[in-house]
């Protein structure tokens, strides 16, 4: 008995232990991490006995070292004594859409010189093992992040000025019509890729983009229009003042002006339709620095330029007439587009708009040609006059080779017709013999007929009657006389519902008794007896 108490004693003891090691687990042990935030675990090493081996300077502790550990806890339950352990909770990192995080690693190795950005990973196998910043960022997203080992940077989308171009970071969203020039702020060895502008533009689309790896240049790719006009006189109406020819007066010095080589001052309007191209935008980023660049260095100028070396050659008269005025156009827009093509740029129409004349040598020039016009007009005239004649002359021809064929037409028609319907009397005779012919066929036909049918029909009643008659006799033979024969005819034709009531009242009494006896035979006529069926011949019957 003694035994006994002594093991449920034991068995008490241990269950009280067991319940206060369990309530000291979750009331002291246990640490509830919430969702959205991590775990942090610092170990304190041995508190009584023996002492703990620090971790790395500059490194993560690994098991049984004292120091913070790498791995981070999740949300749950976890249990961990707050006696060897700092516990700590740590809020995730949280990258919005339109956001990215550039990651200091705070921990590892310095840099080798020459260096600033850390490859590597966050986590796993490939983890950075340099301080620094690392090169890839993190897009949208949450991230469980040791704020002891990294540092995050959300940034939004960064735009820098730098010279004649706007520079872009973080998010970068390319549109389309639109590609990116890449400029590396280091090399990247990984990707074989030099510091620098690269040759290899980004198409359209959203990039994560490390201001401090690289920059990006947004440019639009197709073709822009870029014009030097005139400014014209205006009235005090605020309409613009014509001279006598109906052309508009030009401020002079305004435009392109330049002198012509007879020595008159000439002013024109111009239109440059110019573009990009995708595989050019790096070299117009590396030269120009962005397109507004371009355009003010080089499409404006060369278009002046161009135009007043070209138009310097020629003189007034010849920039007005038509053919040497084309000649004129089209030196401009190859000079103009040989030069582009050097700058990397594309030239779609270099246009001379319009030529401003001085209205000295231009009245003139317009009433001489004018006057020649007047000539050409009235030979023109002339030669219409006698065109139209030969006109009405071969309209008189069309209407006698009209007629002409109307009465033809006429004639053989008749001759059509004529033909046609002695073709058809002909016909109409061949049929009405063949029809005699048939009919007559037809009444031969019909006599053999009746003298078939009629033939058909005695031999018919022929062979009726003397099936009958063989009938009779055979049925005679069957019965064995004529007068069975006979009765066998009568017993046929009484009525199915006949009844026979036969009495014996002894002999001598019969008509005495047959007073109160109903008559057995009906009173009234009896209905026709049935006609007997037909019975095979040399068939028996045997008679009821």
């Known amino acids: ?44 090493g041995p508190i009584v006995f023996g002492t703990g081996k620090a971790a790395q300077a500059g490194q993560f502790a690994k098991v049984g070292e004292v120091g913070i550990y790498e791995e981070m806890k999740g949300p749950g339950r976890h249990f961990y004594c707050p006696i060897w352990w700092i516990r700590e909770r740590v809020p995730d990192v949280v990258v919005k859409p339109g956001e990215v995080a550039v990651v200091i690693s705070k921990m590892g190795e310095p840099l080798p010189p020459g260096q600033f950005l850390v490859e590597g990973e966050l986590f796993g196998p490939n983890r950075a093992r340099h301080k620094g910043t690392l090169r890839r960022v993190l897009g949208p997203g949450r991230y469980r992040l040791n704020r002891y080992a990294f540092q995050c940077e959300i940034i939004k989308s960064q ?59 947004i440019i639009f790719v197709g073709y822009w ?64 620095g962005s397109l507004e660049a371009a355009q003010q260095k080089v499409i404006l100028p060369q278009s002046e330029s161009i135009s007043r070396i070209n138009g310097s050659k020629m003189g007034a008269n010849e920039l007005l007439v038509g053919e040497t005025r084309q000649k004129f156009q089209t030196n401009v827009s190859e000079h103009f587009q040989d030069v582009l093509k050097e700058k990397h740029l594309s030239l779609l129409y270099g246009l001379v708009r319009h030529i401003y004349i001085p209205k000295d040598i231009r009245t003139p020039l317009q009433e001489g040609y004018i006057a020649d016009e007047l000539k050409l007009t009235r030979e023109e005239e002339r030669t219409t006059k006698t065109a139209e004649g030969t006109l009405r002359e071969a309209e008189k021809k069309v209407i006698q080779e009209t007629e002409k064929v109307r009465v033809e037409t006429a004639k053989m028609v008749a001759s059509a017709i004529a033909e046609g319907q002695k073709e058809v009397g002909e016909i109409e005779a061949a049929t009405k013999q063949q029809v005699a012919a048939i009919e007559k066929q037809i009444a031969e036909f019909d006599a053999k007929k009746t003298e078939q049918l009629g033939r058909a029909t005695a031999t018919a009643d022929q062979l009726m009657k003397e099936a009958q008659s063989q009938k009779f006799d055979l049925a005679v033979k069957a019965f064995g006389n004529s007068g069975a024969y006979t009765k066998w005819q009568f017993a046929e034709g009484l009525p199915e519902d006949i009844q ?45």
């Open 500 to 544: 026979l009531q036969l009495f014996y009242a002894g002999e001598g009494t019969l008509w005495t008794d047959l007073k109160g006896i109903t008559p057995t035979l009906p009173l009234t006529n009896p209905p026709p007896p049935a006609k007997p069926a037909a019975r095979p011949a040399g068939a028996a019957t045997v008679p009821r």
């Open 1 to 44: 008995m003694r035994y006994v108490n002594l093991i449920v004693g034991a068995a008490v003891a241990l269950l009280g232990l067991a319940l206060v090691a369990f309530t000291f687990n979750m009331m002291v042990n246990c640490i509830y991490i919430n969702e959205g935030e991590s775990l942090l675990l610092q170990y304190r």
């Open 225 to 288: 229009e870029s014009s030097i006009s005139t400014i014209h006189r205006k009235g005090p109406d605020g309409k613009e003042l014509l001279d006598i020819s109906g052309e508009p007066e030009a401020i002079p010095g305004s435009g392109i002006a330049f002198p012509s080589n007879d020595g008159f001052n000439i002013q024109l309007d111009f239109t440059a339709v110019w573009g990009l191209m995708p595989k050019d935008a790096p070299d117009v980023v590396r030269t120009f």
């Open 159 to 217: 735009q820098t000025k730098v010279s004649d171009s706007v520079k872009h970071s973080g998010w970068v969203n390319v549109p389309t019509g639109y590609v990116a020039v890449v400029t590396n702020l280091a090399a990247n060895e990984r990707l074989g890729q030099k510091g620098g502008i690269q040759s290899d533009v980004l198409p359209p689309g959203i990039y994560a983009v490390n201001p401090y790896e690289r920059q990006i240049d």
